[in-house]
């Protein structure tokens, strides 16, 4: 397609409904114009394009020869030592790799441990695990690194403050939702965090505490939350929890 002379390559992108804002900027940001989006019931289309480069044949002629140059130099370099006679001793293991000497270095501690209590029990927050502090921090919600928590850390309890960035029906119920929670205060315009997502709760799920329990909920509302950590998916890049405590702040 073109537009005025230039090329434009496309690209579609499905970003979780709620917090399409995220995959947006992520995307304007290497270049990409949003052209429309599709919206599904769980998952919205984002359609983009950028114009393709273009490189002068000019370029296209240098790099050529410079490779050809390479070749001929590649060469005369080979044939030249190819007549080298000179005696090359190999390195025994043990002058490669060198002897480790001393002490056995220490198993490092898992992420979040304590004097007198095991990971297991533990609940993991900001002030005692740097991987939840990384996870939290996360660009892009379908970094690697959040599979890579779920995986390591699942069962574990967590402790963040988060905010709602989508709820809707779940199915055809009225009195259960799908959550979408986002780290941080910003909700539905959060720019970093994984997507945790409560999956089929009522609001009773959520085991509201504190002084202020409100009668209903909705998006953009901050939370405290202590949940148990799930599966992660992939496909959906979404890190499904299970609600322990929730209060409203």
């Not at 006679?85 to 000497?101: F, H, I, L, Q």
Request: with cysteine; proline share 5%.
């Amino acid at each position: 397609m073109a537009d005025d002379g230039v090329q434009y390559e496309f690209k579609s992108v499905q970003a979780i409904r709620g917090i399409e804002d995220r995959s947006i900027a992520k995307w304007q940001k290497a270049g990409w114009e949003l052209v429309d989006r599709n919206q599904g019931t769980l998952r919205t289309t984002l359609n983009f394009r950028r114009p393709k480069p273009r490189i002068p044949w000019v370029l296209v002629a240098v790099a050529a020869g410079v490779v050809l140059l390479l070749a001929i130099v590649g060469g005369i370099v080979g044939s030249l030592q190819g007549g080298d006679d000179t005696d090359r001793t190999a390195k025994s293991p043990s002058d490669v790799t060198g002897v480790a000497g001393g002490k056995p270095s220490e198993t490092p501690k898992p992420d979040g441990s304590a004097s007198g209590e095991s990971d297991a029990e533990q609940v993991m927050t900001v002030e005692n695990s740097k991987d939840l502090v990384a996870l939290l921090a996360v660009r892009d919600y379908c970094d690697e690194k959040v599979g890579t928590f779920a995986a390591k850390y699942a069962g574990r309890t967590v402790e963040f403050d988060g905010s709602i960035a989508s709820m809707q029906n779940h199915g055809d119920y009225d009195t259960r939702y799908d959550i979408l929670v986002a780290p941080g205060d910003k909700g539905p315009k959060s720019v970093v965090g994984p997507g945790f997502k409560f999956e089929d709760v009522s609001v009773s799920d959520l085991h509201l505490t504190g002084v202020n329990i409100p009668d209903s909920i909705g998006v953009g509302d901050l939370l405290h939350v202590v949940a148990r950590a799930g599966a992660y998916s992939q496909n959906q890049c979404l890190f499904f929890i299970e609600p322990v405590s929730t209060t409203i702040r």
